[in-house]
């Protein structure tokens, strides 16, 4: 950990050993494991960076990154102050276990779907990735995220997936299991970005917190919220349902920074309801 001077405009860093000692003027907390999301806070005017590219920050400090659900190396965070001067750390996240679950029971044409829709689910895919991409300058993930809903935990994120008997990707999110119906209510405020019936997703909502920081909710009975709406912390988003790819009525609940798929449990402010 080292002070640093800034040359230029640009991104350049030379050391400047008399201040080596001075403490640095910007922190980054969160859960700092594997597939979680950290929060940066530095003085109002900085600008940040995350291993050489610029991060949004907002005009008090405020910025946001994430670590992969995989990643062993670790991550230089830059800071250049309104001074001029500026620090750079180093955070490495904490590595994390995983399980394997076996699910059965899925139909299987969603775990082999048919040549006729696969057209329709690249399309599908294509419009979340764009969604995803999206770096709007909102901070609305800077105050955490609540339980969206009960439930419960049937699936928990980073898990290895054998749907049918089949080997899948990881699981990226969370599972809450509760009957049909059962309120999905926002974490947090945002933007909604896509609310859609998908064919593997089932009722599916993505909303945008901010920065590149982003949250959807799948298999939903019901989508209360439409594509562009803004919603506050605690707004009525959908209800549980068994749409698209699953075996009984569940809320599957997922985060990213952009293309990083995190885990939202990482990230909540207040402890998880009771089932029902």
């Not at 907002?58 to 994430?66: E, I, K, P, Q, S």
């Not at 399980?99 to 044409?109: A, K, S, T």
């Not at 895919?125 to 993930?141: E, Q, T």
């Not at 901010?210 to 909710?217: F, L, N």
Request: overall charge positive; glycine content about 12%; charged content about 20%.
């Amino acid at each position: 950990m080292r002070r640093r001077a800034f040359l230029g405009g640009g991104l350049c860093l030379a050391a400047l050993p008399a201040f080596a000692d001075e403490p640095v003027r910007f922190t980054v907390t969160g859960a700092m494991e594997q597939g979680s999301l950290a929060l940066g806070s530095a003085p109002p005017g900085s600008e940040a960076a995350l291993d050489g590219r610029p991060l949004a920050t907002t005009a008090d400090g405020r910025f946001a990154f994430g670590f992969a659900f995989d990643q062993t190396k670790p991550s230089l965070v830059t800071v250049r102050y309104p001074d001029g001067e500026g620090d750079s750390r180093s955070f490495t996240p904490t590595p994390r276990s995983y399980d394997i679950q076996r699910v059965n029971g899925l139909p299987q044409e969603t775990v082999t779907p048919p040549k006729a829709v696969l057209a329709r689910i690249a399309k599908e895919n294509a419009a979340i990735y764009l969604a995803r991409l999206r770096n709007s300058p909102g901070d609305d993930f800077v105050s955490g995220f609540d339980w969206p809903a009960p439930g419960i935990e049937s699936g928990i994120f980073g898990s290895q997936r054998i749907d049918n008997g089949v080997p899948m990707a990881p699981h990226f999110g969370v599972d809450m299991a509760a009957p049909v119906g059962t309120p999905i209510h926002a974490p947090a405020a945002g933007t909604v970005s896509i609310s859609d019936d998908y064919y593997l997703d089932g009722g599916f909502t993505l909303i945008d917190h901010g920065q590149g920081v982003s949250t959807c909710y799948l298999h939903q009975s019901k989508r209360l919220v439409k594509k562009g709406e803004r919603v506050v912390r605690g707004q009525l988003i959908g209800l549980i349902g068994q749409t698209g790819r699953a075996t009984g009525p569940h809320l599957h609940w997922a985060m990213n920074w952009f293309q990083v798929k995190l885990d939202p449990s990482r990230s909540t402010r207040k402890p998880k309801p009771e089932p029902l």
